[in-house]
C-alpha cells in the first residue's frame, strides 16, 4: 500500500513541477515559437503552433547586420575572460598553496570591489573612454568587464585550488619531480576543472552584462545587449524580427549555462553554498 | 631562505590582480568624489568651479531623489520576497522524487541566463504588450479590459521581470542547500511522527537559514542596480514612476549632462551599497573561518 501511496504522490509532485516549470519557462518558449512565425501571424493572438517560416532570421540578419553585434559578443566575452583568468591563476595559485596571514583580508577586500555600484563609477569612466578614444571600441570594452568579472573569477578560482591537497605536491616531490615537472603533471591536471568550469561562468556572466555594453558602445563594438536593447523603440512590425534575435542572443549562453548549473551556485555565491 | 623566496614569488604572483584592482577601486572613485564637490556640466565643461556641498543639496532636494530611493527599496525588497518565498516552495518541489527531473530544472534555471535586455523587451512586448501581449490575450478571452502594465503598474512590472530573472538563482542555491540536507536527520524526524509542517520549520528552515541569507544579500547587490530592465521598457516613466537610483544618476549624468549632480547621486550609491556589503562581507567571512 505504501508503494501505490508513494506512486501517487510522485505522479502528483510531477504534474505540478511540471507545471511550475512550464509556466517559468513559457516566455523563453513563447519567443522561440514567435520567431518561427511572420509578422502577422505574430500579431494575431495567442497560438502556440508557428507557421515555420525562417524569414524572421533572414530578415534580422540583412536589415540589421545581426552578424556584427553576435561577434562583438563572442570577441568580448571570450577575450574577457581569457585576460581575468590570466591575471587571476598566478593569484589564486598563490593564494590557495602559500597562503600568509593577510590572504583572506585581500579576498575579503577583492568581493568588495565587486559592490562597487557600476552607476557610481559611470561619470569617471564614461569621460576617461571619451578622452582617450576608448568609447565604442572593444579594447576598451573588454577591460572593462575583465575588471568587473576579475573577482569572481579570482575567488572560484581560489576555491577549487584550494581542494587540491597538498599532499599530493609533497609526494610529488619526495619523488624527486622538479618545480615544472610538479606544475606540468601533477598540478595542472588536477586544475584544469576548475579552470574550466570558471571560464564557463564567467563567459555567461560576460556576455550577459548590460551596464557598461550598452553606455560604452554605439555601434562599432556594440555587443548583443545593446543591439537587442535597440529594439526598444520600434518602428512598425517587429514582433517576430525581436524573437529571432532574441533567440539567437540566448540559445549559445542558454546552452552552456545548461551546463554549468552547479558551478553556478559556486561561483556566484563565492563558495558560500556548495 | 626557501620560504622568502616562496613569499616573494607568492607576491608577484598577486600583484597584478591586486594591482588592477587597486586601480579599478580608487582612480573612478576619487574622481567620482571630486566631481561631487564641482560645478561641472558638459556643455559647458571651460566653466568648473568648486560648488561645495551644492550637488549633494541639489540631489538631495530634488523631488525624484526619495522617490527613486523608494523605488530602488520598492525594486529590493519586492523582487527578493518573490524569489525567497518562491524559490523555497519551488526548491521543496524539486527535491521530492519526480519524473524528467533533469528538464524541469532546466527550464526552471532557464531565464537567468537570458541576458536583461531580451528579458525585458519579451516582456514588454509579447507577455505585457496591452495589445498583442499573451495577457491581453487571456483577458479578451475571459471577456475582461487588458491591463496597460507599465502605464498603469510600471514598477510592478519591472518588478515581476527582474523576480523572474532571479527566481532560478534563488531556487538552485536553496535546493543545492536542501539536497545538502542529512537524510538520516529528516528520517528521524519522520520517525518520531514530525508531520511536514513541523519537519519544514524545526529541520529545513533552519538549515536553509544561511543559504536564503546568501541569496538575500548577493541578489540585493545585483537588484540595487537595475537598470537595462528600466531602460528598454519604461525608460524611467511615466514620470518618475519608474525611476530606481542608478536611472536617476544616469540621467543626470548622460541625458542631464551634469556630472556634478551625477557624482553627488553615485556616492549616495555607494553608500548604500556599502552598508549591505558589510552583511555580506560578514556571511561569506564566516564560511572562509570554518
Known amino acids: ?274 | 631562505m626557501a620560504t622568502q623566496n616562496t613569499r616573494a614569488l607568492a607576491r608577484l604572483m598577486m600583484a597584478p590582480s591586486v594591482g588592477l584592482l587597486l586601480i579599478w577601486m580608487i582612480v573612478p572613485l576619487t574622481m567620482t568624489l571630486w566631481f561631487s564637490f564641482q560645478n561641472y556640466n558638459l556643455l559647458n565643461p571651460g566653466n568648473v568651479s568648486f560648488a561645495g556641498l551644492f550637488n549633494y543639496q541639489y540631489f538631495y532636494t530634488d523631488p525624484a531623489f526619495f522617490q527613486s530611493i523608494w523605488n530602488t527599496l520598492l525594486i529590493v525588497v519586492g523582487v527578493l520576497m518573490i524569489t525567497v518565498i518562491g524559490g523555497i516552495a519551488i526548491a521543496l518541489l524539486l527535491d521530492q522524487p519526480m519524473f524528467g527531473q533533469g528538464i524541469v530544472r532546466i527550464m526552471i534555471i532557464s531565464p537567468f541566463f537570458v541576458m536583461p535586455p531580451v528579458a525585458a523587451l519579451v516582456w514588454k512586448n509579447m507577455i505585457m504588450h496591452p495589445g498583442y501581449g499573451v495577457f491581453a490575450d487571456f483577458s479578451r478571452a475571459l471577456g475582461l479590459q487588458p491591463v496597460d502594465w507599465f502605464a498603469q503598474y510600471p514598477l510592478f512590472s519591472i518588478i515581476i521581470i527582474v523576480a523572474w530573472q532571479w527566481l532560478p538563482f534563488a531556487t538552485l542555491i536553496l535546493l543545492t542547500a536542501l539536497q545538502s540536507l542529512d537524510g538520516e536527520q529528516k528520517e528521524a524526524a519522520e520517525m518520531d511522527g514530525a508531520n511536514f509542517v513541523n519537519r519544514f520549520i524545526y529541520l529545513t528552515l533552519p538549515h536553509l537559514a544561511r543559504s536564503v541569507t546568501v541569496v538575500i544579500l548577493i541578489q540585493t547587490i545585483f537588484l540595487l542596480g537595475v537598470y537595462a530592465e528600466i531602460l528598454v521598457t519604461t525608460n524611467g516613466g511615466p514620470g518618475y514612476a519608474s525611476t530606481n537610483l542608478p536611472f536617476l544618476i544616469y540621467r543626470t549624468a548622460l541625458l542631464g549632462y551634469d556630472v556634478g549632480g551625477a557624482s553627488a547621486g553615485g556616492i549616495i550609491a555607494v553608500i548604500l551599497a556599502n552598508i549591505v556589503a558589510i552583511f555580506l562581507m560578514r556571511a561569506v567571512g564566516k564560511n572562509l573561518d570554518r
Open chain 1, 1 to 274: 500500500m505504501a508503494r501505490a501511496v508513494s506512486r501517487r504522490r510522485t505522479a502528483i509532485v510531477t504534474i505540478a513541477a511540471w507545471i511550475v516549470a512550464l509556466i517559468i519557462f513559457f516566455p523563453i518558449l513563447y519567443t522561440i515559437i514567435t520567431s518561427f512565425k511572420s509578422e502577422t501571424e505574430a500579431i494575431q493572438g495567442f497560438s502556440l503552433i508557428p507557421s515555420g517560416t525562417i524569414e524572421s532570421y533572414v530578415a534580422v540578419q540583412s536589415q540589421s547586420n545581426y552578424f556584427k553585434p553576435f561577434m562583438n559578443s563572442v570577441i568580448l566575452s571570450i577575450g574577457s575572460t581569457l585576460l581575468a583568468l590570466l591575471v587571476s591563476v598566478p593569484a589564486a595559485w598563490s593564494m590557495a598553496f602559500s597562503p600568509t596571514k593577510r590572504t583572506k583580508d585581500i579576498l575579503m577586500w577583492m568581493l568588495s570591489t565587486k559592490m562597487m555600484p557600476a552607476v557610481a563609477v559611470l561619470v569617471p569612466i564614461y569621460l576617461i573612454f571619451r578622452d582617450t578614444g576608448l568609447l565604442d571600441s572593444r579594447i576598451g570594452l573588454t577591460v572593462m568587464l575583465t575588471l568587473i568579472n576579475l573577482p569572481i573569477v579570482v575567488w572560484m578560482l581560489y576555491t577549487y585550488f584550494r581542494e587540491i591537497p597538498g599532499e599530493i605536491l609533497e609526494a610529488a616531490r619526495m619523488d624527486g619531480a622538479s618545480l615544472w615537472g610538479e606544475i606540468v603533471y601533477v598540478l595542472t591536471p588536477m586544475a584544469v576543472p576548475g579552470i574550466a568550469s570558471t571560464m564557463l561562468l564567467n563567459i555567461i556572466l560576460a556576455w550577459n552584462e548590460a551596464f557598461w555594453t550598452i553606455r560604452l558602445t554605439t555601434t562599432n563594438a556594440a555587443p548583443l545587449t545593446a543591439f537587442i536593447a535597440s529594439f526598444s523603440s520600434p518602428q512598425g512590425l517587429f514582433w517576430a524580427k525581436l524573437s529571432a534575435a532574441s533567440t539567437l542572443a540566448i540559445a549559445p549562453i542558454l546552452i552552456m549555462g545548461w551546463f554549468s548549473q552547479k558551478q553556478l551556485v559556486r561561483g556566484l555565491t563565492f563558495g558560500a553554498v556548495k
